[in-house]
């Protein structure tokens, strides 16, 4: 009975400590800048913010802040995975346009939904 109640208490703990369920889709939408996207709706293009920089969503991209692709029903799912290394590379051609990602999409501990994406092409505006 005791290694019956060990194994049970292992599998929850294991259970509890992986990562929340992902299955692949296709995410379509327009890639935007996270934060400021979550500051304001507004923010979904390059000048949205009030500063002498007129690439406002590109140039946080360039130093590895998070992109999201915000879909037609208003869901936002923050870009992780492949995509993203090297402070976003392989994104920044896309950023403020239409595409469509394909990857694990799942939520982080707070809810958040995620696209661990591997697959970006761009779409008709």
Do not use: F
């Amino acid at each position: 009975m005791r290694g019956m109640t060990a194994a049970l208490i292992a599998a929850g703990l294991l259970a509890w400590t992986m990562p929340l369920a992902a299955k692949v889709e296709t995410i379509k939408g327009r890639l935007v800048d996270k934060a400021c996207y979550e500051r304001s709706p507004q923010n979904t293009g390059e000048k949205h913010l009030h500063r002498p920089i007129d690439e406002c969503a590109s140039t946080c991209a360039k130093v590895g802040l998070p992109l999201a692709v915000l879909t037609a029903d208003g869901k936002l799912y923050q870009v992780t995975g492949e995509l993203t290394k090297n402070k976003n590379e392989k994104l920044l051609a896309y950023v403020t346009h239409m595409v469509e990602l394909r990857g694990e999409v799942g939520a982080d501990e707070e809810g958040g939904l995620l696209v661990t994406a591997t697959e970006v092409k761009p779409l008709k505006e």
